[in-house]
């Protein structure tokens, strides 16, 4: 028997940090906070408390509500610090050793670290620090961080934290947990977002701004990229101890990864959706009755396509809510019925020229199955749009993605790619038109303004991991260590 992922036809986000300073119940934060950021990882979450004598820990596989909604989980966790994360694994067994935050045992006391990202030379720091001594518990490439804070001759802990990073190359968002403070910090690009709220005294960190919603917390302003925030019995400072580099946010996060309750950098993900939407109208209407997306990520930019070409949104296909995102297949004949698992065409498609919206194709395999079910429930014609440019290159910077050569737009034009999902037309949205979208005037090729590697294979920050040879996507160094 195998588990079936019934959403496996989109990129998909790995982790989501959230971090407390100062309140009485801080776990309980933490757990509200990592349940608004499920979406960016449902495999696994943890969180670390200190009480001002002890750090306590749990962490499990599954989602937030399943494993911190109890009184006595909670009640295990005390303290007014805590950090807490949500993990989606990239790569085989979802183990619990690999599950953040970890927790380490310094000279200079407890520390426990999780992060949102890649970093892209983790193998090589790792082949280094073990040739030294270093055992490794995890195939985490956040371990790599803990070892080099671990042997790093600096004093503080945020001194030795700034040397650890000085060394990793890769996109980050982190936050850590000391005796006596909590940290935040981004990689010197901003490819990963970060926010900094506050509840009455008490400081948060989090990924996005909807787990700042959820506790009823204030959004203060966004970690900036380089930025490092100390919260200690002193109050708040900030410093930004790295090389300057050029603010590269992953644009995606825009398209599908944040939640569109979010606002990220300044700018609304939902609003900037339905912008996407509207430019993918501007650029390639054809006639059609209604507007349908693919839920729930193509929602808000098929309103905006609506919108923008004044035709009715109808809600063609219905998500089943209940279904987990992975699912036990017992045979072969029912993985055939997986995509009906969580999508379901309406009645109201019969005779209806459609325009359906999603916000990526990947391997294209969840494209074909909603082509074929919509024209199943009788639409006449099926023009695909999609709210982002095709898909041609991998990323190693903290999201899910297949190897090059199984993303159907590396190795299929258009046409084919038409042909093959079997639609009446297909259309992506321009990366010209993406920016515009985001309010600029365009991609500015010398200096692009979003990190937009996976549609332009113009990767930001170096690859030497991936450039050596030695890992294809993600770090999984387990079998070469052990
Ligand atoms: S490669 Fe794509 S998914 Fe990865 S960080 Fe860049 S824009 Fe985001």
Not at 67 to 89: E, M, Q, T
Not at 372 to 386: D, K, L, P, W, Y
Request: proline share 4%.
């Amino acid at each position: 028997m195998t588990t079936l992922p019934l959403d496996d036809d989109h990129p998909h986000e790995e982790c989501g940090v959230f971090g407390v300073y100062g309140h009485a119940e801080s776990a309980a934060l933490a757990a509200l906070g990592l349940h608004a950021l499920q979406h960016r990882g449902q495999e696994a979450a943890g969180i670390v408390v200190y009480d001002g004598e002890q750090f306590h820990a749990h962490r499990a596989l599954g989602h937030v509500g399943e494993n911190f909604s109890s009184k006595d989980v909670i009640g295990r966790l005390p303290g007014g610090c805590a950090i807490g994360h949500v993990r989606y694994a990239t790569t085989g067994e979802v183990a619990l050793r690999n599950v953040q935050p970890l927790f380490a045992d310094f000279e200079f006391g407890g520390l426990a670290i999780c992060h949102n990202g890649n970093l892209t030379n983790s193998y090589h720091l790792r082949r280094q620090l073990v040739r030294r001594g270093s055992l490794f518990q995890s195939t985490s490439d956040t371990e790599v961080i803990v070892h080099l804070i671990a042997t790093s001759l600096k004093e503080s802990v945020e001194e030795r934290l700034i040397d650890a990073l000085r060394q990793v190359q890769g996109a980050y968002s982190l936050v850590a947990l000391s005796q006596g403070s909590v940290i935040g910090v981004r990689d010197p690009l901003g490819v990963r977002p970060l926010v900094l709220g506050q509840l009455g005294d008490a400081w948060i960190i989090a990924s996005e701004t909807c787990a700042l919603d959820i506790i009823g917390a204030r959004f203060v302003r966004d970690v900036e990229p380089g930025e490092l925030i100390v919260i200690d019995g002193a109050g708040l400072r900030s410093s930004k101890p790295f090389d300057r580099a050029r603010r590269r946010l992953c644009i995606f996060e825009y398209i599908y990864f944040a939640r569109p309750d979010s606002v990220v950098d300044g700018i609304s993900v939902y609003e900037s959706r339905k912008r996407i939407g509207a430019e993918l109208a501007r650029e390639s209407h054809v006639p059609a009755d209604i507007v349908v997306p693919v839920p729930d990520s193509g929602v808000p930019a098929a309103i905006g396509y609506a919108a923008e070409c004044g035709l009715p949104f109808e809600l063609g296909i219905i998500r089943n809510h209940y279904v987990g995102r992975t699912f036990i297949e017992p045979t072969d004949q029912i993985r055939h019925l997986g995509v009906k698992l969580k999508h379901n065409a309406n009645r109201n498609l019969q005779g209806k020229r459609v325009i359906l919206v999603d916000d990526s194709i990947v391997r294209g395999t969840t494209s074909t199955k909603i082509v074929a079910m919509v024209r199943q429930a009788g639409a006449r014609e099926v023009h695909v749009r999609i709210s982002s440019p095709p898909t041609t290159h991998p990323c190693f910077y903290g999201i899910a993605t297949p190897e090059r050569d199984q993303l159907l737009a590396s190795r299929m034009s258009i046409e084919e790619m038409t042909r093959y999902i079997e639609a009446d037309s297909l259309a992506f949205v321009s990366l010209d038109g993406l920016y515009r979208a985001m309010g600029e005037r365009g991609r500015d090729a010398r200096a692009p303004q979003y990190c937009d590697a996976c549609f332009t294979g113009d990767y930001a920050i170096a690859l030497a991991d991936h450039e050596a040879g030695k890992v294809s996507t993600q770090l999984s160094l387990l079998a070469e260590t052990a």
